[in-house]
Every structure is written in structure tokens, then in C-alpha cells.
């Protein structure tokens, strides 16, 4: 299955890289809007657990990183929006859309499969910070993109720790 998510992502990928080809701000909203969607979902199943009782001793500790990222993952959100990352209708409806597809698939996939979701979830976290690294390399040095990269390479590092823990 991992190779499942790998093929996946690197699908998404392709299209959103031929949709987005010199819009990198449009494309970076678009990311940060769908990189909500795995955190939000894994805090809905946990919610959906704890009130079935059926909550284990790391429950307490996803909540709160899954939580955590979420609101991180909006400033990053946010910021897109400042730089015009939303200007459009068109991003802005690809974007709601893909979320939408996105979010459920994640709920059922944590469900049944938790270390599955967290890996898709982690390779979606290294692809972030790929591109934003290569935006980087290619546009010079930005503070803020760069705080965002790191950001999401610990988001990697933490989903990383919650694959061992589950």
C-alpha cells in the first residue's frame, strides 16, 4: 500500500504541477488548502474513537499534534492568501473540491488503515517541503517560505513518530 501512496501522490502531483506551471502562490495555497484535509480527518476518527470508547493510551497525544498542525498548517494557509494565492475562482474551486475528495478519503483510510494514512500523509508533508525548497533554489531567499518549509519538515518528523506509536 505504500507504493499505493506513493503512485497517488506522485499522480496529484504531476497534475497540479501542469495546472499551476508559473503560478507558485496559486499552486502553494491550493497545497496549503488540501494539507488541512489528513489532520482534520484524523481528529474527526479520533473524536468518532474516544466517543465509541474505544480510545488508546496515544489518543490524547494525536489529538493534540493533529490539532497543532492543523492550526500551523492554516497560517500557512493564511499567508498564501496574503501573497494573492486565492485571487481566483478557479483555484479556489479545484482547490474546495480536491478537499472535499481529499478529507473523505482520509477518514476512511485512518479508519481502517492509520499507519497507511499517516505515510501518504507524510510523503504529502516531504513533497511540501521539496517544492517549496525548489521554489527557493529557484527565486532567492524568502524568510517566510523558508519558515514554511521547516514547518513541514517537522510535520514529517511528527508523523513519523506517530506511525511508531500507533
Known amino acids: 500500500m505504500k507504493k499505493f501512496n506513493e503512485f497517488v501522490l506522485n499522480i496529484t502531483v504531476a497534475i497540479l504541477d501542469f495546472l499551476y506551471q508559473g503560478r507558485d502562490y496559486q499552486r502553494f495555497w491550493v ?94 508533508e516531504v513533497h511540501a517541503a521539496t517544492t517549496y525548497a525548489k521554489y527557493l533554489a529557484l527565486n532567492g531567499h524568502d524568510d517566510k517560505i523558508l519558515e514554511i518549509l521547516n514547518d513541514e519538515l517537522e510535520h514529517s518528523r511528527e508523523l513519523q513518530k506517530s506511525m511508531e506509536i500507533i
Open 31 to 124: 497545497l496549503e488548502e488540501i494539507a488541512r484535509a489528513p489532520y482534520f480527518a484524523f481528529l474527526s476518527v479520533l473524536h468518532f474513537r474516544e466517543s465509541m470508547g474505544l480510545r488508546g493510551p496515544e489518543h490524547l497525544y494525536l489529538m493534540k499534534q493533529h490539532f497543532e498542525q492543523s492550526v500551523n498548517e492554516t497560517e500557512h494557509l493564511e499567508y498564501m492568501e496574503s501573497r494573492g494565492g486565492n485571487r481566483y475562482f478557479i483555484d479556489r474551486f479545484v482547490a474546495k473540491h480536491l478537499v472535499l475528495v481529499y478529507y473523505w478519503s482520509n477518514v476512511v483510510y485512518y479508519w481502517v488503515a492509520p499507519r497507511l494514512a499517516y505515510h501518504l500523509s507524510y510523503e504529502v
